[in-house]
C-alpha cells in the first residue's frame, strides 16, 4: 500500500499539524479520529489493514488527520466559548488547509471528499458536512454523538449558545437556507449505529438525526445495526466495509 507522511505548520491554529494518506487513487476521504485521537488511530486500531483491499484497489484514497479535540471539547478548563472558537479554528484548518492539500495531491481542483470517523470522529463528520456540503460530498460516521451540551463535554444546557453552531441537533432543526439543503440532498450521507454495549446516547442522537433528515427531506442512509453490535472497532470493520462495498462495489 503506498502511503505518504505530512506535516506542516497551521496558520489557522498556530502550531503543527500532521497528517497520512493511504492509498494512490480512489475516492478521498479525510478521516477523523476518535477522541482526542491522532492522525495514525486508524492504522494503529486496525481500520486501515480492514479495509486495505478498497485501499489497494483503487476505490478510495484516506487522508487522516490529527485531532485538537484536548484543546476544545475536552478542555473543561477554560470557557465553553473558548472551546468554541478552538474548534473554529481547527475547522477552518480543514476546510481552507486539508480540503485543498487533498485536491492537488488529487490533481482534482473540484474535489468533494467524503468524511469519515468513527464514535467522536462520527461526529467530526457530519459537523464538517453540514458546515461545508460545498467542500465535502458527504459522510459515513459510526456510532456518534451529534449534540454537545452533554456530561461527557462538561456542558449543559446553559452552554449551548456558546457552541450552539457546532452542536448539530441543536443547529440543524432550524437551518431551512436553500442553499444548504440543495448541497445535502446531493449528498451521500450514511449514519450507523449499533444497538448493543455503550450505544445508549449514540442512538438517541442518531435517532434524532434521522428525524430532522426526513423532515427537511434529504435523503439519508440512516442504519441502526442490531442489539448484538457494540460501541466497539471489530463492529466498526464490518460497517465500513459494508458501506464502501455498497458505494464503490467489491474491490
Known amino acids: 500500500m503506498h502511503t505518504e507522511h505530512h506535516h506542516w505548520w497551521s496558520p489557522h491554529l498556530n502550531r503543527g499539524m ?36 478498497f485501499i489497494n484497489a483503487g476505490r478510495i484514497k484516506l487522508y487522516a488527520v490529527d485531532s485538537v479535540d484536548a484543546e476544545s471539547w475536552y478542555h473543561t478548563g477554560i470557557p465553553p466559548a473558548e472551546r468554541n472558537a478552538r474548534h473554529e479554528a481547527y475547522d477552518a484548518y480543514i476546510v481552507q488547509e486539508v480540503v485543498p492539500f487533498i485536491r492537488g495531491h488529487c490533481a482534482t481542483p473540484g474535489e468533494r471528499p467524503m468524511a469519515t470517523g468513527c464514535s467522536m470522529g462520527a461526529y467530526h463528520a457530519v459537523n464538517f458536512f453540514l458546515k461545508h456540503p460545498d467542500a465535502c460530498e458527504g459522510t459515513i460516521a459510526l456510532s456518534g454523538l451529534y449534540r454537545l451540551d452533554r456530561p461527557e463535554f462538561g456542558l449543559g444546557p446553559e452552554d449551548l449558545p456558546a457552541v450552539y453552531f457546532n452542536s448539530p441537533l441543536s443547529y440543524l432543526p432550524g437551518l431551512n437556507d436553500p442553499w444548504f439543503l440543495d448541497w445535502y440532498r446531493r449528498s451521500r450521507i450514511i449514519v450507523c449505529v449499533g444497538q448493543g454495549a455503550w450505544e445508549e446516547e449514540a442512538i438517541e442522537d442518531t435517532r434524532a438525526l434521522d428525524r430532522i433528515f426526513r423532515e427537511k427531506a434529504t435523503p439519508a442512509w440512516v442504519d441502526f445495526w442490531g442489539p448484538e453490535v457494540n460501541h466497539d472497532w471489530p463492529w466498526w470493520y464490518r ?10 462495489g467489491p474491490p
Open 18 to 53: 500532521e497528517l497520512k494518506v493511504y492509498g494512490h487513487w480512489g475516492k478521498p476521504f479525510i478521516v477523523f479520529p476518535c477522541s482526542r485521537g491522532r492522525y495514525f488511530d486508524f492504522e494503529g486500531l486496525g481500520m486501515v489493514a480492514e479495509i486495505a483491499p
Open 239 to 248: 460497517q465500513m466495509n459494508h458501506f464502501l462495498g455498497t458505494l464503490y
